[in-house]
């Protein structure tokens, strides 16, 4: 099965995708193996790691937040999307522009790699989701945590490199689409490590799970659309030798998979690069809608301001709730501001503390 705009003899490995990417981002029932974004043009260990500026501006990097050792997408006042195959549980903290928020529920959409998680408190805003189904040929923001690229593999690319936990991101293009019928978790997009589309053209693995991708749209708007969730590989030249994981532009030749389950990547006059997944958003955009207009759950309390004591007070724009310590924090701001907080049970404020970036009440 071929598709405009993929690159030559993708189509053809999406039967062996299927087979090797059940092991997705980390190793099948295996402990996390954590890598991260490998940028074609440099293996500085700084190199992208703050965010993205001129023509890439606002292109994803602040919408995303730390949950376990990898990332997910602010996408409501109270809601962020991630990977469903990275767990977690209701209770964890979320970590998001300088304040930790507590989880206090999680939705898992059927059949996909989708969970979407709700906090105590509010988020200032949020990522715009895309719409759009014709995602093929639309420049893509890779992003995620980890290492830098590994040692190079003779010609073909990087292994990946060790996990540091920093954030950065990488380009890359929308190639095309799996699928339901041939993925395991509904439809799919790709894209692949060409080594032909610029120094910041990007691949990831491990510690990209969960992570948003983000589409610049015809709009020119940048708009969530995807969720990372799978890497083809890993790759060994012969089966006697343990397969490792890489971000490689020339896998002719290679075995793809884990051992007992792998497949020849067949040779040719064309180089084709790692191929990498991301759970489609364009599919499930008014399922996510919805999980992002829930209200917030009972019995949390509700922070409020107002510039004026004698004035209407309203929920505050950000601030994060920590039931288990009793504590709400928000961020400082030079404008005068009155607080109260509103709950479903009877609170009493015990402390009032100023930190360097935030407020923080106890009650």
Not at 34 to 60: C, E, K, M, Q, W
Not at 220 to 241: I, Q, S
Not at 263 to 285: K, N, Q, V, Y
Request: aromatic share 12%; with cysteine; net charge positive.
């Amino acid at each position: 099965m071929r598709r405009t705009g993929w690159p030559s003899g993708a189509a053809a490995r999406i039967r062996v995708w299927v087979r090797v990417a059940l092991f997705g981002l980390f190793g099948l029932l295996g402990l996390p193996v954590a890598r991260a974004i490998i940028v074609f043009g440099s293996g500085d260990p700084a190199h992208n790691t703050t965010p993205p500026s001129g023509s890439l501006t606002n292109s994803g990097w602040h919408w995303q937040g730390r949950w376990q050792f990898a990332l997910g997408t602010v996408i409501g006042p109270r809601q962020f999307v991630t990977a469903r195959h990275l767990g977690g549980t209701v209770g964890d903290g979320f970590e998001f522009r300088g304040l930790r928020y507590r989880t206090v529920a999680v939705t898992q959409r059927p059949g996909t790699d989708l969970q979407v998680f709700t906090v105590a408190g509010r988020f200032s805003d949020f990522a715009p989701l895309n719409t759009n189904t014709r995602e093929g040929g639309r420049p893509l923001m890779l992003l995620g945590r980890g290492g830098p690229r590994g040692e190079p593999v003779g010609g073909r690319g990087w292994w990946v490199g060790d996990y540091d936990g920093v954030q950065r991101w990488g380009t890359n293009t929308v190639k095309g689409v799996v699928p339901a019928n041939l993925s395991p978790v509904g439809d799919l997009l790709v894209f692949d490590f060409s080594a032909t589309a610029g120094a910041d053209e990007g691949c990831y693995s491990g510690g990209d799970s969960g992570a948003g991708n983000f589409m610049l749209d015809r709009d020119g708007v940048w708009k969530l659309a995807g969720v990372g969730y799978a890497v083809e590989g890993p790759y060994t030249a012969n089966t006697n030798t343990a397969p490792r994981y890489g971000a490689l532009f020339d896998t002719r030749g290679l075995w793809a998979g884990q051992p007992g389950a792998q497949e020849w990547l067949p040779d040719g006059p064309t180089p084709t690069g790692t191929l990498g997944f991301m759970t489609r958003i364009s599919s499930h955009a008014a399922w996510l809608t919805l999980q992002a207009s829930t209200q917030p759950v009972p019995g949390q309390p509700i922070l409020e301001s107002s510039p004026d004591l004698a004035g209407v007070f309203a929920e505050e724009s950000a601030y994060a709730v920590d039931g288990d310590q009793r504590r709400v924090q928000v961020p400082v701001s030079s404008n005068t501001r009155f607080f109260r907080i509103r709950g479903a049970s009877r609170l009493q404020l015990l402390s009032i503390e100023a930190g360097v970036c935030f407020l923080q009440f106890d009650w």
